[in-house]
């Protein structure tokens, strides 16, 4: 069985965007070597998503209005000695909705994709430099 | 390693449906003779998901209305030019709460589950065939 | 390629709570012996989940509210032929939210976490035993 192992360093300047980390993920798959088995691709950090979704502007428009409404920012109380003194519940939260990782089929040597398939990164608190871990084994 | 890959074809002809096809992922498992390792079973398209849930149809009624509350249809407007032009917004949310894929393990030949979890695919853009990409590996 | 199966026992006392599982997880890594690979580890039952996020108390307070806003209790009508006869929707649609399983990567023997990841169980449905599965492959 071979393993591999890479992580990917994104740095986006705004707190919200999506981006679409496909092609490195690509580059990761032929770096391995492996031609039949499975790639998981995951978040760091839990303030970030990584999920399957269309490579088109318009729906990330609208998912950045729809997840500001199943998950707004929360008010928090600073006299809480619980909180983690960041506004960033948000974050998290978005995440859970998107989720963390995705789970790849690997083929031939090449992602096992249908047509509109594209591995994205969510990120919900942006401004500094954060990490998505690559991690493939098979054959 | 064994590596085993099959396509499922499903032709839902309403709108949005859920079906159980625990039985055609149990038939795969079979075909791919792997006794250990870990089954990914994932929608191939970005309006339909694969999740697992309890196989009882007044369940999927309620969630029918559930979606329909969280990930209501989005009014486009047709002269954005980064619109995908189809009023299909709220099938690529409603998939991504239920989400793209699971990943069951295989022990001793049989999907490792527990009493009430079966696999189900949720379609919310029918009318035509879709893909459902299964990925057997282990040994 | 080496496989390991372990099933976690957990008995909540309260009807929903958030509990940490990754001292358990790191404890079945050990006992397996893999260096290399993925873990998988889901909630067995359809009224739990399983996933990653910070542990943090205050998080875990907003949590409750806000699945509480998302997926609320249903009303159910007992005299429906096809209800499960329990009000139990709700737990339901709050795992789906959060998710039934993660895949984590396994490297030099260890879970391939970033900082401030844990595996949480989410419990939506106590007072009764119920189970994790952990399925690890690789070397």
């Known amino acids: 069985m071979k393993s591999y192992r890479k992580e990917l360093w994104l740095q986006v300047p705004t707190r919200r965007a999506f981006i679409n980390i496909t092609p490195q993920i690509q ?3 032929r770096e391995s070597g492996v031609r039949e088995g499975l790639a998981l691709v995951n978040s760091m950090h839990v303030t970030a998503a990584v999920f399957v979704d269309d490579d088109e ?16 920012v929360v008010a928090t109380d600073p006299s809480d000695e619980d909180t983690i003194g960041e506004d960033i519940y948000d974050a998290h939260m978005k995440r859970q909705l998107l989720g963390r990782e995705v789970v790849v089929a690997v083929t031939e040597g090449r992602l096992d994709f249908g047509h509109w398939e594209n591995i994205f990164y969510g990120e919900f608190d942006g401004g500094r430099k954060k990490r998505v871990l690559v991690k493939i084994i098979g054959e």
Chains 1, 2, 3 share one sequence.
């Open 27 to 29: 580059e990761c798959l």
């Open 57 to 72: 502007k318009g729906l990330y428009r609208h998912y950045e209005v729809w997840l500001a409404q199943l998950a707004p």
